[in-house]
RNA sequence: GGCCCCGUCGUCUAGCGGUUCAGGACAUCUGGUUUUCAUCCAGAAGAUCGCGGGUUCGAAUCCCGCCGGGGUCACCA
């Protein structure tokens, strides 16, 4: 079906062209960057451009700065479109809002040819029929009251400024047949299609308009949306026939669920793309992750760079399934994620989102969980901010294996930024493998060596192999002479590599908490 | 309810009539490395391919029916 006419068209193959059409609510959701993610990919794939439309004609959603946090989500994904509202571009306006008579011009055009017709019925009226109808048990459906209005009738209503709408005349007893790239042929019956309103009273277009003379004269190629157009597909098909334009493919893409099968809700926070910018993923990886839903690496890998998507992804391969959300699997490639980053990248990186968590409030439709305070953010961010660079690395280091997200920093790495009290539960915490009186012998033998050190982070492993060899010489097992130290430094059994720590927290800090520990005991 | 889409381990998926009594990844469990926590390594368990009929020498793969889930039925996108 694809090669009837290819050698004519060898001549005037078109550019590929996609579009996000992401309506400004005032939050980004993670569906509207999967959407952005493969056009961008399919786009650059084919050496062609990704647009971004802005589609606001729905002026009672309004939203003020609503197109700025669009903006900031693309960016921080890197998914930067080629045009834009404020990318430029040679087919603007990309404002819908700022298209107005270009949606006027083509609805007119439609009702002169007799494809479309005014609707003068009131909302009170259309919500008898639709009461009725539904009373019967039948599909509510526009009853077609104004289509067969006279024309004068017509000339009469609209000179008397009656309030009207648009609406598209949907044939009778035909089938409409439409094609999707991954699903197929797809049928529908033209009298269970509604004579949709393609203007509305206020001026404004309906989304059924306006993406099909915008994609048009924007000369997009390919249409990528999400599933939920399936069911208005034939209507955007019959305007194309009716403006006598070719029709772009159109790919449904599969839908992000959640675990339970339920749709990713505003609600929930998983479904705001500020929920994984504050929770500390990192972009590539929540990419690479949501790459791999709905299709899969030919040759089955799961990791792999934007690089190497662009070269083996095809649109072909999507699948028409809605796959869930995994946010284990997330937190699992996002680790990988860390580890792969240099020392300097994981700094970078870790400044870039203090700061951001620092300046910024959570954009979401829902309260921000964590366990970092405000106040926490800002202590790391001091705290690093005034270590030395051998050890801000080390910090690096020490923690990219050990955290998943940024998130997980605290509290393992409280050690660093807090203190914690000298109390009982802190003695009996020490206490767990060994007395009182054993443990203070130990400790005294290790603070002596540590009051007399450098505190280098050459001459600190040397102690560790000094407390590694005590455990034969007094009978301990290794964890045991560890276990108090660690204690004693963290005030916590877990922590970061113990010595790595010492070198971090400095030689004053270490002693003060060996001296107050052995005070204590 | 009508119409439309979808249905392989708990989850993401490979598979596109025959080296598949179904492969990989996450999660789970077990063991190993390790001074804690992680990482890393090895292994185990886990899917009668939604169900029932066909077609075929042979079906997860093709056809039909059923069931289940989802979407959609707005002057919202």
Known sequence: MKNSNSVQNKSKIKKVRTRLGPSPTGFAHLGTIYQAMIDKVWAEKNGGQFVLRIEDTDIKRFVEGAENVIYDSLNWFKLIPDEGPIYGGEYGPYRQSERLNLYKKYAEKLVKEDKAYYCFC???????????????GKQ????????????????????????????????????????DLIRGTIEFDSNLVDDQVIMKSDGFPTYHLAVVVD???????YVIRGPEWITSFPKHKLLYDYLGWEMPVFVHTPIINNMDGSKLSKRQGHASVDWYRRKGYLPEAVLN?????????????????????????????????NPKLDL????????????????????????????????????GATEYETHWTKQDYIDVFNWLRNLDEDKKLLFAEINKPRVKIFEDLLPLNNLFIKNFNIDEEFIELLNKYKNSEENKEHLEWIADLLKNSDFSLAHLKNIELQVKNRADEVGWKIMEVFYPIRVTVAGSKVSPPLFESMFILGKEKVIERFDK????L
């Open 328 to 363: 284990k699997k997330l937190d699992w490639m996002n680790g990988q994620y860390m580890q792969t980053l240099t020392n300097e990248q994981f700094l970078d990186k870790l400044y870039n989102w203090l700061t951001y968590c620092i300046d910024n409030e959570y954009v």
């Open 140 to 179: 509510p459906m526009y009853d077609k009251h104004c289509r067969h209005l006279s024309k004068e009738e017509v000339q009469k209503k609209l000179d008397a400024g009656e309030s009207h709408v648009i609406r598209m005349k949907v044939p009778e007893n035909e089938t409409i047949i439409v094609e």
């Open 122 to 136: 009131s909302k009170e009226r259309l919500d008898e029929v639709r009461k009725q109808q539904q009373n019967e």
């Open 517 to 520: 520990a052995l005070e204590a």
């Open 215 to 221: 994609d048009h004269l924007m000369n997009i190629t």
């Open 289 to 321: 992750f949501i790459a791999l839903l709905g299709w899969s690496h030919p040759e089955e890998k799961e990791i792999f760079s934007w690089q190497e998507y662009v070269n083996v992804f095809d649109l072909k391969n999507l699948s028409a399934v």
